[in-house]
């Protein structure tokens, strides 16, 4: 493990242990429509700290899939799950990621696909 790759991926463990902590407070929320606000809210938070904290690389891939991808569906609150678990499936995968190939693109910015 790098100097950089520790303290990267204790990072990503935090926001994952945040998460946890948070989801049963949102999707039993009383407002379904203020609880995605917060979410979001968070998401972009944590897109920031990751291109500050782990790289632009991975901020933009974040970003792409938590901040500019749409999701339809019916319910509110199952929209909501699903976005938690598609955002802890993907920090997950990306601490796995970082784990067994060490920091990938940390001085390069790639432009976001549109």
């Avoid at 509110?76 to 190939?101: A, F, G, N, P, V």
Wanted: glycine residues 6%; charged residues 25%; contains cysteine.
């Amino acid at each position: 493990m790098s100097d950089e790759t520790g303290p990267a991926l204790e990072f990503l463990a935090k926001q994952i242990q945040e998460l946890k902590i948070i989801r049963p407070h949102l999707v039993q929320a009383v407002n379904a429509v203020l609880a995605k606000e917060q979410f979001y809210k968070w998401k972009q938070q944590v897109v920031a700290q990751v291109g500050e904290r782990v790289g632009p690389h991975y901020r933009q891939r974040l970003s792409k899939d938590w901040l500019e991808t749409a999701f339809a569906g019916g319910d509110m609150y199952d929209e909501l799950s699903d976005d938690i678990e598609m955002c802890l499936r993907h920090l997950y995968k990306l601490s796995h990621e970082i784990e067994t190939q060490g920091l990938q693109g940390r001085d390069s910015v790639e432009p976001l696909s549109t």
